[in-house]
Nanobody, 124 residues
Framework: QVQLVESGGGLVQAGGSLRLSCAASGGTFSSYTMGWFRQAPGKEREFVAAIRWSGGTTYYADSVKGRFTISRDNAKNTVYLQMNSLKPEDTAVYAC?????????????????WGQGTQVTVSS
């Protein structure tokens, strides 16, 4: 069973930065596609970013493109989300997810494992 544990959330002012980490255990991390999703109160969960197993291909939601960067370190079984120029509308619970496939997807239903999430709050 794969376990995912996020860290790095917190409270930041608009324009600030945070880096989220997601540590994986119990599986073959290097063969998984990894994704970040977020859910704000009263809203549906939405795709943020994904990265293929090798780290060579990344995908972003239009709302975060140019501000967020997803990366991974397969030696450390960890995926990161660097978030810059944060906006109040980025406030949400951010969760990482793992998919047992080399192919990336933006669909939450196609991910197999999920972390518990970490709160990111951006004040104006």
């Amino acid at each position: 069973q794969v376990q995912l544990v996020e860290s790095g959330g917190g409270l930041v002012q608009a324009g600030g930065s945070l880096r989220l980490s997601c540590a994986a255990s119990g599986g073959t991390f290097s063969s998984y596609t990894m994704g970040w999703f977020r859910q704000a109160p009263g809203k549906e969960r939405e795709f943020v970013a994904a990265i293929r197993w090798s780290g060579g291909t990344t995908y972003y939601a239009d709302s975060v493109k140019g501000r967020f960067t997803i990366s991974r370190d397969n030696a450390k079984n960890t995926v990161y989300l660097q978030m810059n120029s944060l906006k109040p509308e980025d406030t949400a619970v951010y969760a990482c997810a793992a998919r047992r496939s080399y192919d990336a997807t933006r669909k939450a239903s196609e991910y197999d494992y999920w972390g518990q999430g970490t709160q990111v709050t951006v004040s104006s």
